[in-house]
């Protein structure tokens, strides 16, 4: 919180830090999937059904909506993120995630630099980040997990700040 020197990085900060460490179980962590699906949903995102087998997260033609809440808010940011020719690609041609069962697949599809993908990666993530917070979600664990106060001595501040900012830019994000 220190090194965030402008109000909108602390509240949005503050917004992150005032939720859940701890991942949601059973009933909440199921109510937390379905605001997520609704969200998707509201961005016109298909889902692919229940009971589909899905290779990604993101196959270039809808969503697994199997996985967590914030594995889906993620792939959200990522639609929201992608080009309209980048979403017909799995993993938004951004190479496997986490969870791809087809790596070799995904890898064939990554159309980004290896500087671009990380670029995308921190973007999406923030943005899954606040979402969380939003719906009242465990934002707190995405942020520890996914590492945003790696380098806290030196960069996380500005990394935090930077990232903020280009979503501002892009549109995703008001103050």
């Known amino acids: 919180m220190a090194g965030l020197d402008d109000p909108f990085s602390r509240r ?15 009933v909440d962590a199921e109510r937390h999937r379905t605001a997520a699906l609704s969200l998707a949903r509201s961005f016109g995102i298909p889902i692919h059904p229940e009971g589909t087998r899905c290779q990604y997260n993101w196959d270039g033609a809808a969503l697994n909506g199997t996985t967590e809440a914030y594995v889906i808010l993620h792939e959200i940011a990522h639609f929201a ?62 942020f520890l997990d996914q590492n945003w ?25 008001s103050r």
Do not use: K
């Open 12 to 26: 949005t900060f503050l917004q992150i830090r005032s939720t859940s460490s701890y991942r949601a179980n059973d």
């Open 81 to 142: 993120l992608a080009p309209p020719e980048q979403r017909r690609l799995i993993d938004f041609g951004l190479g496997p995630g986490p969870d791809t069962i087809d790596r070799d697949a995904a890898t064939s599809a990554a159309v980004l630099s290896l500087l671009a993908r990380e670029e995308d990666e921190a973007r999406a993530s923030l943005l899954g980040i606040i979402w969380e917070a939003q719906l009242g979600q465990p934002a707190l664990a995405s």
């Open 149 to 173: 106060l790696e380098g806290l001595d030196r960069s996380a501040a500005s990394h935090f700040t930077a990232v903020l900012r280009t979503l501002h830019q892009r549109g995703l994000l």
